[in-house]
């Protein structure tokens, strides 16, 4: 097949496709005696499971994963999405154990950054990192101006947490920006933004069997697996 018949098919451009193959995640082709690339329906099976996989997993994953099957590392491969797939899990816990302590808000309870970074498993230098990003807020008290924070910006870390596995797109900025600005105490719009975050990791788990669907189709045309 020619290059412009399986972009025209799969509704990308050329470029997209020798993108691609510069990244190494699709065999190099053949070349015709003057020099035009010959993909093949296995070429074809690996773009069309790059499409499939990226937007649930990631062009980071996607690119590892496929690099393994060309080696034919059928186990390595599945753990790289093994793993991703266990970070789904945590988002979702994650989650979760925002929800538990929307309950606490109320609370006047004060918490250096060492409580916050035990009670969300976060480390302190990412808590420092997202203060200084404008996603955080602290107060400083005491003779050695020590941070501390209050209920409500634990549950803005919970959130960032749980938005650490997304794959990059508008929308996650326009989610993390809209936590930059969430007013202090505005437990309304707390509330919406778990919810939006909650949909987008369900979301990502559909894409993700969308995208393995496709890979099991490729495996078995290269015949991996029986």
């Known amino acids: 097949m020619r290059p412009i018949d399986i972009a ?15 990244r190494g995640i699709v065999p190099s082709p053949q070349r015709s005696s003057s020099g035009y690339r010959l ?40 753990w790289i999405i093994n793993k991703a797939q266990v970070g789904n899990y ?11 302590f929307l309950d606490h808000l109320p609370s006047k309870r004060m918490m250096t950054i060492g409580e916050v970074a035990t009670e969300t498993n976060v480390p302190p230098s990412t808590i420092r990192y997202w203060e200084k990003e404008g996603y955080l807020t602290s107060i ?7 941070r501390l924070y209050d209920m409500f910006q634990l549950l803005k870390v919970l959130l960032m947490k749980s938005m650490q596995n997304e794959v990059y797109s508008e929308e996650s900025v326009r989610i993390k920006n809209t936590m930059k600005k969430l007013d202090l105490h505005d437990i309304q719009r707390m509330k919406q933004l778990i919810s939006i975050i909650q949909e987008k990791v369900n979301k990502r788990n559909h894409m993700q069997l969308q995208g393995l ?11 991996l697996y029986s």
């Open 8 to 22: 025209r098919k799969l509704q990308i451009s050329t470029s997209t496709l020798r993108s691609y193959e510069a």
């Open 39 to 78: 993909y093949t329906d296995e070429h074809l099976a690996y773009f069309e499971c790059i499409l499939a996989m990226s937007p649930g997993f990631g062009m980071d994953i996607t690119s590892a994963v496929l690099k393994k099957i060309q080696l034919g590392e059928l186990d390595s491969a599945l």
């Open 90 to 100: 945590e988002d979702k816990a994650t989650i979760q154990q925002t929800i538990v």
């Open 140 to 146: 400083r008290e005491g003779e050695n101006n020590y």
């Open 213 to 223: 669907a496709f890979l099991d189709q490729l495996c078995k045309k290269l015949k």
